[in-house]
């Protein structure tokens, strides 16, 4: 396995709460960032209302070229908001892209009130490969400091313990 950096975290953004997550994190992990950029679907209003349809009907968005290859990483944590219940087009399609080239894979979301466990299976079964660990960031839970940062650091442990066994493993 090559694995000559610990870990990437890809992630899609729209309102900001998400890369909020994806930087914090990578700042207490020491990962790369991957900013997954939609280009089919454009800002404003009809935008958002034809992106939450691709993701209401499973759709993959048309997204920038990635800058990180996912395969030179011990794990790959992917972001994603969740609309419609459902993970984004533009991290479907990212999944999509990568299906294959992840060694280790671990989620989150950002969300009103989804749990993450309603959405992983679906995220699990498009990046064609089991979670070593998940977490879900609802709109409360961001909103309050003290809650955020124990949930970011009970994250971030259980991606740091990961990477210490795929380092073993390797």
């Given at each position: 396995m090559d694995t000559s950096k610990s870990v990437l975290i890809a992630y899609y953004s729209l309102t900001g709460n998400t890369a909020r997550v994806a930087t914090d994190l990578a700042a207490r992990l020491g990962a790369d960032l991957e900013s997954i950029q939609d280009k089919g679907h454009g800002a404003g209003a009809l935008g958002q209302l034809a992106a939450a349809f691709d993701a209401w009907r499973k759709a993959p968005a048309h997204i920038g070229e990635l800058q990180r290859n996912p395969t030179q990483y011990a794990i790959t944590v992917i972001g994603t908001p969740v609309w419609t219940w459902q993970m984004t087009p533009a991290v479907r399609a990212y999944l999509k892209e990568a299906r294959g080239r992840i060694h280790n894979v671990a989620f989150f979301v950002t969300s009103g009130d989804t749990d993450v466990r309603k959405i992983l299976p679906s995220l699990e079964a498009q990046a064609g490969i089991k979670s070593i660990a998940s977490a879900g960031f609802n709109a409360r839970e961001l909103n309050e400091a003290a809650t955020y940062?124990?949930?970011?650091?009970?994250?971030?442990?259980e991606i740091t313990s990961a990477v210490r066994a795929a380092r073993r493993v390797a």
């Open positions: 940062e124990a949930k970011l650091a009970a994250f971030a442990e």
